[in-house]
């Protein structure tokens, strides 16, 4: 069996904040997010937009570079964006 490979992402949200997270599927992880499902921390901070998404492999390799990508500066995380 093959392992379904890992993406980190980023949204942003009301008040220009970004969240972070990882899935194997970036659109239904999104679509739950916009449906209020998942992270308190999107709740009622709509609208939500898909700004971020990268394929990092397995699920160890997602949750270390998830926890890198959470401890950057806001202008990191910006320059991440425009870079992709």
Not at 7 to 14: D, P, S
Not at 30 to 42: C, D, N, T
Not at 47 to 58: C, H, R
Not at 60 to 80: I, V
Request: proline letters at 1%; charged letters at 30%; glycine letters at 8%.
């Amino acid at each position: 069996m093959t392992d379904k490979a890992w993406y980190l992402y980023m949204i942003r949200c009301k008040g220009n904040k970004l969240y972070t997270g990882i899935t194997t599927d970036v659109q239904r992880r999104f679509s739950e997010h916009q449906a209020g499902k998942g992270a308190k921390f999107l709740r009622g901070k709509a609208p939500l937009e898909l700004v971020y998404q990268t394929k990092v492999g397995s699920h160890s390799d997602a949750l270390k570079y998830e926890h890198q990508t959470k401890k950057l500066s806001k202008a990191e995380k910006e320059a991440l964006i425009l870079a992709d």
